[in-house]
């Protein structure tokens, strides 16, 4: 267990700083968050202060306070919280493949999902190759849930936007009938009570509630 709060810093739109608040959420893992804006001004990403800390300007960053350890990339970030402080294992999977299969998927989440999503191209695509993978399967990696699963949540929900002009594809409804595996472990990932807590956790500092 982290016995100083984790120094948390995130942006309250930017999704791949919420796959973080997932698992501390899980892990029950104290942390101190501190929302900053895009850009250069004061208390921004890009401003001198942060670039200090992070000099890609970007968030999620951390500071452990127990170890002393700064990081940033989400999914980095994510495999040092479950290596330090998933005691139970809930994350854990049997033998190198499995382990190196969760790797494999978190880096397609940060190389396709993350950047595609963002930039509205090849949406559809992503989606079809998690779909396939997720043939008969509950979950990515050995039939259990993995960091792997738990990772593309932020940026699959904000699909209504991503997709909006699309015909087939714009509503969750559309999206049930061309992905129907994908659609059911979606709904299932975010069923996980982290997961709610961490979309409670984003409404407020979001302001919607
Ligand atoms: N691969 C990085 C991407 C980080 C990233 O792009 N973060 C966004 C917020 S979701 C950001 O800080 N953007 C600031 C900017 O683009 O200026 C990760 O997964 O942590």
Wanted: glycine share 8%; proline share 5%.
């Amino acid at each position: 267990m982290a016995t100083n709060a984790i120094d948390f810093y995130s942006h309250r739109d930017g999704p791949n700083p919420w796959k973080n608040i997932i698992l501390f959420e899980e892990l029950g893992i104290p942390y101190n968050a501190t929302y900053l804006t895009f850009g250069d001004a004061n208390g921004g990403v890009e401003h001198e202060d942060f670039l200090k800390k992070n000099p890609a300007g970007r968030v999620p960053w951390i500071k452990d306070p127990t170890t002393g350890i700064e990081l940033t990339e989400s999914n980095l970030i994510s495999e040092y919280l479950v290596d330090h402080y998933d005691k139970k294992g809930i994350f854990s999977v049997e033998g190198e493949q499995n382990q190196l299969l969760v790797k494999q998927w978190l880096g397609f989440q940060a190389a396709s999902q993350g950047p595609f999503f963002a930039q509205v191209t090849l949406v559809k695509r992503t989606i079809t190759t998690v779909d396939r993978a997720l043939k008969g399967k509950e979950y990515l990696v050995g039939d259990k849930i993995t960091l792997a699963d738990l990772a593309y949540i932020p940026w699959d929900l904000a699909l209504d936007t991503v997709l909006q002009g699309d015909e087939e594809s714009a509503t969750a409804e559309g999206r049930k009938k061309l992905w129907p595996d994908w659609f059911a472990w979606h709904n299932r990932v975010l069923q996980r009570p982290s997961v709610q807590k961490m979309l409670a956790i984003q409404r407020k500092a979001q302001g919607k509630e």
